[in-house]
């Protein structure tokens, strides 16, 4: 846990964050509604997300990758989105949007170590495929950790191969959803996006929660440590 704890984030990537985690609280059911004409297998928030993102000046885009089976490592797809930065140094930088991050991590009969390092994920990633890359390594080894505790092997999709696969692996990508034109006889249900979105609402809200319980703290101990600032050299008045 103390190694997800020092995992650095950079600032414009925290920025980002909280910008998703503030449109995806502001979304709700009927949101969902319009994105998708088709059968819902959950994809609407990210859908709904991008379209949000998009109308705040975001190069935002659902990317669905997929790769072949090769070795060890099963075959696959995955879903996630993706945002471009222009830096500004000319270049542009991709990164990586997961609305559902911890659940690439849940495994069966998981010792009480394992589940407290899956608690400190973020529920929602949001930064760089190398620091995404950082947080898979961390987490095949401690999956590794707990099946063997359980005497139970390392499956090839709880793989380091495979989880950068979902993330690395050629992809499509889309701006929009095509099913926005939706009469009344195309009403599907959109149960399993709705009940995902409360989840995440939820997750985010106590997350937030949490924040507000330690903020006072955080805020007493600084204020005891500023006469040791002044005393510091280089905050000393000249």
Not at 3 to 26: F, M, Y
Not at 126 to 148: D, P
């Amino acid at each position: 846990m103390t190694q997800i704890c020092k995992l650095s984030v950079a600032q414009h990537e925290s920025d980002l964050l909280s910008v998703v985690h503030s449109l995806i609280r502001s979304m709700n059911e009927t949101n969902l509604q319009v994105m998708n004409s088709g059968p819902c297998y959950a994809s609407c928030i990210r859908f709904y997300l991008v379209k949000l993102m998009r109308l705040s000046g975001y190069d935002a885009g659902v990317c669905a990758s997929k790769w072949q089976g090769s070795g060890k490592v099963p075959g696959g797809d995955h879903e996630y989105i993706d945002i471009i930065i222009d830096n500004n140094s000319g270049s542009s930088e991709r990164l990586i949007v997961d609305i559902d991050f911890r659940s690439h991590f849940e495994i069966a009969r998981a010792v009480d170590s394992y589940d407290r390092i899956l608690n400190s994920l973020p529920v929602v990633y949001v930064g760089s495929f190398t620091r995404l890359k950082q947080f898979l390594g961390i987490m095949e080894e401690a999956t590794r950790s707990s099946l063997k505790q359980n005497s139970m092997p390392l499956p090839p999709w709880r793989s380091l191969a495979y989880l950068q696969a979902k993330w690395q692996s050629p992809y499509e990508r889309y701006t929009h959803s095509e099913g926005n034109n939706i009469s009344d006889s195309d009403c599907f249900d959109h149960k399993q996006c709705c009940g995902h979105l409360k989840r995440l609402q939820s997750c985010l809200q106590s997350g937030i929660e949490i924040d507000r319980l330690l903020k006072p703290r955080n805020s007493e101990s600084n204020w005891r440590m500023k006469p040791e600032r002044w005393r510091h050299p280089l905050f000393r008045p000249l």
